[in-house]
């Protein structure tokens, strides 16, 4: 089993897309047999090509996706550039954790609840700053520019980035650079640019292409935050993929390929992008400016959106929890006149349902994505291959549906198999880069040291490698449980409507105006990765409470 | 019990790094000296059987009589110390002693509470080893080793990291615990060598005194 690791984990991850790509790019072209499609046509294109929000959907992915991207990656660079090695950036660091196990539909309805016309910050200036006694008419979330849906983004984006990059560090000698840099006068912001970026930039580009893929073609946080009419486009594939009129498919396969082809051209256009900015600033490092004045107003700029993140996600998620427990909430009151449980009660018996299907699936496929990459790794893999970013850089969007078609032809579509599957696709990559750097930390000796007392590779590997690195492995196993949780488009298209998980119910929501019940459901999509990762925390505390020998960091 | 080098010669890229042929009988201790970087520690990974892939080599190695040169790591019966302890730090000091018992030995307790007197650390088993003094973990690494019954002892530099005070005392201790195997000794520090009281090589094989 060990031996067949590898070639396991890349047919896991390669073979799911390149069958689901296939899917869509055949009905594309008008070939689908089981829908009446027996020859290859361009009337698939000619249909797409008619929706009249075709153009602002196209835009919007361009500048939802590049928003997203440029600004997180800007936040999160100049975050550690300005702050790396203080204090603060201990405390912003021990934070990532949860944040990352933040599902994005929860952070993204916590937004939502806070910028709306009647959400927490119209309240607070209301009415004696902006007059209002009543919600503005104003399109504040779903805004047609999709200025709510990159604000959401990048709530979720910088700390993803924060953690790679804060993995790159600890591979590129960043201290030293930095004392030769300051020793030759530059400023730390300066310094960190011309000496360490490019080193860790190097690092993170896989994950920058990946946060550049997810923002253009995300789809439950464009239903929760972006615009309507007309939709994104990728939220426009999914409503053609799930309607009635099942000729709609061939517009939604055309769109898939439309989708993933603007992410193939943004991406070329990053890159491009990227020798530009390299070229230009090796010629401006070469130019010697210290910028040492330019540490203090970097300092305090980047402090606005590092407040803007944990207050976005924090005073968010309080909303979120109030509203669930809310009575009457007259407006521009800032807490509720009364508290009730009522809400909890009528959906208790739901909650517990469908919280019981999403930890098993979380639970299972973390488990079985953790064994894999153990394999994986025990079976030799210096370095994790670069297909694991395969699942992570090709949209959802662009090859759930033809997955989902090849499900259906197989009689695999709506069991709770096909679902585990399909989210282990998505959990594996992120265990896997999880666990890649503790495991390749560990201190060789030790196994040796072990085999040399007579202890075979297994002995090694369970009794000594894997007793040392818990930590790592509880913490990735919290990382694959949240990104099951998280999981929205492949639960919903590849559980067919019969497998529903928290996520779903609480996304389904999402046109409802319901607070109350959005309040519910939100509050247990985050609470289920929450309480996973506290355990993940606590547990190798615990055991290492007696062994102070063991790293806990 | 002998352990015995033929015609060992370990090449990087063509390059000559160790060349040795030799046989190191029970109770001698061979040292091997060198500055650091001439492949002392190159020779004892691959009498262990842990040479990294970049090496090539060529011999063979014989422990009482057997070759060995193909049998894996932890089949060799060949202790090895390093210059850092090397504890397990998930196991208690008793835990760590009996990970190097081999299984299905009777008397377990009796063995390690033994192994825990003779290394001057009586009832200390149920603590946690990153608590003990460098000396005291360097017993335990020691005691660990000899538990699980080696027919050879290989020391890579395993006083360098002591305080001077305490190295002495570790020499004697190691020498008198080692008496009846084959021990090789790879060192930089000449009193190791002159403690050790047997041969003294260089990597390639030539006499140093």
């Known amino acids: ?553 | 019990m002998s352990l015995q080098l033929d015609k060992l010669r370990i090449t990087q890229d063509g390059r000559e790094m160790v060349s040795l042929d030799l046989t190191v009988a029970a109770g001698e201790v061979l040292t091997l000296m060198g500055p650091s970087g001439c492949g002392k520690s190159t020779a004892l990974a691959a009498i262990i059987g842990a040479l990294p892939p970049a090496f090539k080599m060529t011999g063979h190695i014989h422990l009482g009589g057997k070759d060995v040169t193909n049998v894996p790591t932890f089949k060799r019966r060949m202790g090895l110390l390093f210059q850092d302890d090397v504890l397990f730090p998930h196991l208690s000091v008793g835990g760590n002693l009996g990970f190097g018992l081999p299984r299905g030995t009777p008397d377990r307790d009796a063995r390690i509470a033994e192994a825990l007197s003779a290394a001057g650390l009586d009832g200390m088993g149920k603590r946690d080893p990153a608590t003990l003094s460098g000396g005291q973990r360097a017993r335990v690494a020691l005691m660990r080793t000899l538990l699980s019954a080696p027919h050879a002892l290989l020391l890579d530099e395993p006083f360098s990291k002591l305080d001077a005070g305490l190295r002495d005392q570790m020499r004697a201790f190691t020498f008198a615990q080692a008496r009846d195997l084959p021990t090789i000794l790879v060192t930089h520090d000449i009193e190791d060598a002159r403690a050790a009281g047997g041969r003294v090589l260089s990597v390639t094989g030539t006499s140093i005194s």
């Open chain 1, 1 to 553: 089993m060990i031996r067949a690791a590898p070639g396991l984990v890349v047919a896991l991850m390669a073979l799911p897309v390149a069958a689901g790509l296939a899917g869509a790019v055949l009905p594309a072209f008008g070939y689908f047999p089981a829908l009446g499609g027996a020859d290859f046509s361009l009337a698939p294109w000619r249909d797409l090509a008619a929706w009249p929000g075709l153009g602002s959907a196209v835009r919007l992915s361009i500048v939802t996706g590049l928003g997203a991207t440029v600004i997180s990656l800007a936040i999160t660079l100049l975050i550690v550039a300005a702050w790396q090695g203080t204090r603060s950036f201990r405390v912003v660091t021990s934070l990532l954790a949860p944040l990352l196990s933040l599902p994005h539909a929860a952070a993204a309805f916590g937004l939502a609840f806070l910028i709306a016309p009647s959400g927490w910050v119209a309240r607070a200036l209301s009415p004696w700053a902006t007059g209002w006694d009543r919600p503005p008419d104003l399109l504040i979330v779903n805004d047609q520019a999709g200025l709510a849906l990159i604000a959401g983004l990048v709530l979720k984006e910088v700390p993803f980035l924060m953690l790679m990059t804060l993995a790159a560090l600890g591979q590129t000698d960043s201290a030293r650079r930095m004392a030769v840099a300051r020793s030759l006068g530059y400023g730390r912001v300066m310094g960190w640019a011309k000496t360490v970026l490019p080193a860790v930039y190097r690092q993170i580009r896989l994950p920058v292409f990946a946060v550049l893929a997810y923002s253009m073609s995300v789809v439950d946080v464009a239903l929760i935050l972006g615009p309507t009419r007309p939709n994104t486009l990728a939220v426009q594939v999914l409503d053609w993929m799930t309607a009635p009129d099942l000729t709609l498919r061939f517009t939604a396969s055309a769109g898939a390929v439309l989708q993933l082809l603007l992410v193939l051209g943004a991406l070329a256009v990053w890159i491009l992008a990227e020798r530009i900015v390299a070229a230009r600033g090796r010629l401006w490092a070469g130019r010697g400016a210290r910028g040492q004045m330019l540490d203090t107003p970097l300092r305090t700029l980047v402090a606005l959106p590092m407040a803007f993140i944990g207050l976005g996600v924090g005073l968010g998620l309080t909303g979120l929890a109030l509203w669930s427990v809310a009575g009457l909430w007259r407006f521009p009151d800032l807490l509720p006149q009364s508290y009730g449980l009522r809400v909890w009660t009528d959906q208790s018996a739901q909650l517990v349902g469908l919280g019981r299907t999403t930890a098993l699936l979380a639970g299972l496929s973390a488990l079985i994505a953790l064994v894999l990459t153990i394999a994986h790794l025990q079976a030799g893999a210096s370095r994790l291959v670069k297909v694991i970013y395969i699942p992570l850089l090709v949209p959802q969007i662009a090859f759930l549906p033809g997955l989902s078609a090849l499900g259906l032809w197989l009689g695999l579509d709506g069991t709770l198999g096909a679902v585990l599957a399909v989210h282990l696709v998505f959990v594996l990559p992120y265990v896997a880069l999880s666990l890649s750097d503790p495991w390749q930390a560990w201190d060789h000796r030790a196994g040796l040291a072990a085999s040399a007392l007579g202890a075979g590779p297994w002995r090694v590997l369970v009794a000594v490698r894997l007793p040392m690195i818990l930590r790592a492995l509880c913490i990735a196993f919290a990382v694959g449980f949240a990104t099951s949780v998280a999981q929205y488009l492949p639960t919903l298209l590849i559980g067919a409507g019969r497998v529903g998980t928290l996520t779903t119910e609480a996304v389904a929501l999402a046109a409802s105006g319901n607070r109350r019940l959005i309040g519910v459901w939100a509050v247990m999509q985050m609470a289920l990765p929450m309480v996973v990762f506290a355990l993940a925390l606590a547990l190798p505390a615990l055991i290492a409470r007696r062994r102070r020998g063991l790293k806990v960091a």
